[in-house]
């Protein structure tokens, strides 16, 4: 399995960025999606994630109402609308998937895509 992040950049505080993680090699439709990010000298953090039939997201308190997780099956891509950004938005985006239901714990996603930085100026 194989996993594409992108869509990072630099811009200022108050814009949206848009995510994309590709995957290959798998089944897409059948796993969860999340996304997680990781400043530096930071923990690596839950962002968001997406059910495989794609109904059932969460997020956390820090992007809700500004970050919309999607998911496309037929094109084994999923989305991360980032709107608003902060400059503490700013960090490295990985996407993960796994087995069965959304989660947000880190540890329990087998497959890393090897993440996109994302850098929001103030």
């Known amino acids: 399995v194989q996993l594409q992040a992108s869509g990072g950049g630099l811009v200022q505080a108050g814009a949206s960025l848009r995510l994309s993680c590709a995957a290959s090699?798998?089944?897409?439709?059948?796993?969860?999606v999340g996304w997680f990010r990781q400043a530096p000298g930071k923990e690596r953090e839950f962002v968001s994630t997406?059910?495989?039939?794609?109904?059932?997201?969460k997020y956390s308190d820090s992007v809700k109402g500004r970050f919309t997780i999607s998911r496309d099956n037929a094109k084994n891509t999923v989305y991360l609308q980032m709107n608003s950004l902060k400059p503490e938005d700013t960090a490295v985006y990985y996407c993960?998937?796994?087995?069965?239901?959304?989660?947000?714990?880190?540890?329990?996603?087998?497959?890393w895509g090897q993440g996109t930085l994302v850098t929001v100026s103030s």
């Open positions: 993960a998937t796994k087995p069965g239901p959304s989660d947000s714990r880190h540890y329990n996603y087998d497959y």
């Open positions: 997406i059910g495989w039939i794609g109904s059932i997201t």
């Open positions: 090699g798998r089944t897409f439709s059948s796993y969860a």
